[in-house]
C-alpha cells in the first residue's frame, strides 16, 4: 500500500517533479503533459505516431525522471506486447 506524506514531503515532491519537468527536451515535455489527460492510443492516434515509438518516449521519461532521484515515486512498469507485428 501507500503510505501518506506530510504536506512538507509532499511540496518537497511537487518542487523535484518540476525541477525535473523543465529539464525535459521540449518534445518529451510535450509528450509528458498530454500523458496527464490521454492514453497512449489517443495519442498514438492524434499524431500518427505508433504506439511501440510512443513507448519508447516512456522509457525516456522514465529514466529522466530516475535520474532525477524520482524513482520511488514513479509506477511500476506495465508490460505491452511489442511483437514484430507492424515494425
Same mark, same amino acid.
Given at each position: 500500500?501507500? @503510505? &501518506?506524506?506530510?504536506? $512538507? /514531503? $509532499?511540496?518537497?515532491?511537487?518542487?523535484?517533479? /518540476?525541477?525535473? =519537468?523543465?529539464? $525535459?527536451? =521540449?518534445?518529451?515535455? /510535450? *509528450?509528458?503533459?498530454?500523458?496527464?489527460?490521454?492514453?497512449?492510443? =489517443?495519442? &498514438?492516434? =492524434?499524431?500518427?505516431?505508433?504506439?511501440? @515509438?510512443?513507448?519508447?518516449?516512456?522509457?525516456?521519461? !522514465?529514466? +529522466? *525522471?530516475?535520474?532525477?532521484?524520482?524513482?520511488?515515486?514513479?509506477? +511500476?512498469? !506495465?508490460?505491452?506486447?511489442?511483437?514484430?507485428?507492424?515494425?
Amino acid at each position: 500500500g501507500r @503510505t &501518506s506524506r506530510s504536506a $512538507l /514531503e $509532499l511540496a518537497d515532491l511537487v518542487a523535484d517533479l /518540476e525541477a525535473a =519537468e523543465k529539464k $525535459l527536451p =521540449e518534445d518529451l515535455c /510535450e *509528450f509528458n503533459n498530454r500523458l496527464r489527460t490521454e492514453t497512449i492510443l =489517443e495519442i &498514438s492516434r =492524434e499524431t500518427g505516431i505508433p504506439r511501440t @515509438t510512443l513507448y519508447e518516449s516512456i522509457e525516456k521519461l !522514465r529514466r +529522466h *525522471f530516475e535520474q532525477a532521484g524520482l524513482r520511488d515515486y514513479l509506477p +511500476h512498469r !506495465r508490460r505491452h506486447n511489442r511483437g514484430s507485428a507492424g515494425r
